[in-house]
């Protein structure tokens, strides 16, 4: 029976960079999708790769870390993935969102973010076509945009040149733990035997856990994104509502849905290459099928069109919605989870494109070297089971 170094399951922007990561430094790999690449969340998404939207703390660390490595990742994918630096704006239309968003502006900026806190004429140069009530704007020069799928199929392509096998179409039916360590993963009725299996399921993570008797808080938090027909290039930067940080920001979805119906619903602009625009987006725990409601859509719609007046006049040729893997305090999983030689990569809420590749190399060095570079309690997987315990 084949043997490889390390299996991992999934073929999300996570399990394709941790696949990446470990072939590069050298480990036999072989990635397990039920369906294909980028086929769950990873593929129902916006690409922002932004630091005004992480909470200060460890995220704002860790999405620090990512967003420095990114363009050497792009470099060495050698693909393009329409990756831009073209910033980030949040657009604020009262003093009183002014206020509240100002001390997490400070806190980013003494992290070391640029930020730039404009007024409305300041805003209206940087974007012309926002809303006249606009009263105020936080601009991120550096903050990116890029394409998702893009990144994904690079990531893929990229490992395989690497030597990293891939068996799509049938899910991973079991973990196989012998003699107290993970000996491989069951698919079919194949045994894919590893010493290494890495979780990074996205959202269905718990289900491979259950078996074996670990739960970890994952859940999904359903969005929906509103696709534009192509229209001329006018969106400079991306551009969110602070509501958009603070849905973002009340974690598994505490914040009361503004607008009711247990959705709420916040502002995203991003204009692709081609000319589409992305408009987003919701934010609704309890779903877990991406089925779109045209009632959620709608609202997206409005909201938007408030925003920026012009988007009113313009075609939605399409929508989707993706299931974002929320964790109760925000932060994504990341790390061992007994038994021996089992890990997991997962819970990345909308920050999974931002600190995927990050993740693939902490994977990467936890599962080779036994140890990370940088500090990983934050993510401790088990976490929660250790709150738990002690209360
Ligand atoms: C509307 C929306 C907007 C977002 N915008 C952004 C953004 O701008 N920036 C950002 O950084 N993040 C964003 N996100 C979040 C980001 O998309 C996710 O955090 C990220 O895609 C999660 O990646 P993943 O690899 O963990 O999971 P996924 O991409 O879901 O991959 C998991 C894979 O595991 C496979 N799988 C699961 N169970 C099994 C099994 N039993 N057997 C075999 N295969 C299995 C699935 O088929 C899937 O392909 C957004 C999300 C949404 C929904």
Redesign the pocket.
Known sequence: MATDDVVV???????LSAAYYLAKAGASVTV????DV?????????????LQSKEPGPMLDIGLEASARYPGLIEELGEDVEYERHGSLILMESEDQVERMRPGIEATRAAGVEIRLLDHQAVADLQPEVAEHIVAGAYCPSDVTLN?LLMCFALARAAKRLGVKYRFGD??REVVVTDGAAAGVRVGGDLLAAPNVVL?????TP??LAPLGRTVPIKPRK???VVTEVCRPFVNTAMVSPSYLFDKHAHGGQRPAAGGGGVSVSFSLDQTVSGTMFI??SREMGSDDVATASAVLRRIAVNAARIVPCLADVRVIRSF?????VTPDGRPLIGAIGPRGLHIA?G?????????PITGELVTELVLDGKASRDLTPFDPERFERAHETT
Do not use: K, Q, Y
């Open positions: 399951v999934g073929a999300g922007i996570v399990g397990v999708d039920r369906f980028a086929a769950g969340t990873s593929g129902a998404c916006d690409g922002n790769v932004m998702p899910p991973v990074a399921g996205g959202v269905w289900e491979l969005g929906h994104i987003g987006s919605a993706g299931l974002r893997p997962a990345h809420e909308g920050d999974g494109i931002a600190l995927g």
